[in-house]
């Protein structure tokens, strides 16, 4: 691609490249926004459980990391819409996609931490804390496989042509 240009593969301007990752962008936070929402209510329904008296200090610690974590996600998975309210027409949307980018790159940072925490904190409580541990290692390694590994094979292979326009 060069700079101004068009992408390779793409006949479009900067302008309109710009509409489109900002449209798969917020494609994208739809996605994320219901699985956090789904996460955050579950979490601010522990709380007012029964058992939740009967949490263990590391089971606490665990889930107050969690409420804080999903609170994280939620916060950074609204910030590139209020970030394009406050620059709407502003002529900013390439810079706007940059920033939102890393903001979902950073969103699927703690939504993947917060899940594989979620998953802990409910085996702990229904199981033990080994059943737990081993279950956030192989979450861990499911996450960075799936999120981090695969990526960036799937990124140094040559594109195919039926992929190109997708």
Avoid at 9 to 25: K, Q, S, V
Avoid at 112 to 119: C, E, K, L, Q, Y
Wanted: aromatic share 4%; glycine share 8%; proline share 5%.
């Amino acid at each position: 691609m060069t700079a101004g240009g068009p992408a390779p593969g793409r006949d479009e301007t900067p302008e309109h490249r710009a509409d489109r990752n900002w449209d798969e962008l917020m494609q994208e936070l739809r996605v994320m926004q219901t699985g956090t929402q789904i996460l955050t209510g579950f979490l601010l329904a522990v709380a007012f459980q029964p058992r939740f008296s009967e949490l263990d200090e590391v089971q606490r610690t665990l889930y107050v990391a969690l409420v804080v974590g999903a609170a994280t996600a939620t916060v950074l998975a609204l910030a590139p819409v209020g970030l394009h309210r406050l620059l709407f027409q502003k002529h900013r949307k390439p810079e706007l996609v940059r920033v939102a980018n890393r903001l979902v790159k950073a969103d699927l940072v703690v939504i993947g931490a917060v899940t594989v925490g979620v998953t802990a904190l409910i085996l702990d409580v229904t199981l033990n804390r080994t059943v737990a541990v081993v279950a956030a290692i192989i979450g861990v390694i499911v996450v960075l496989v799936l999120w981090v590994a695969l990526p960036m094979k799937l990124k140094g292979d040559p594109p195919n042509q039926d992929a190109r326009d997708g």
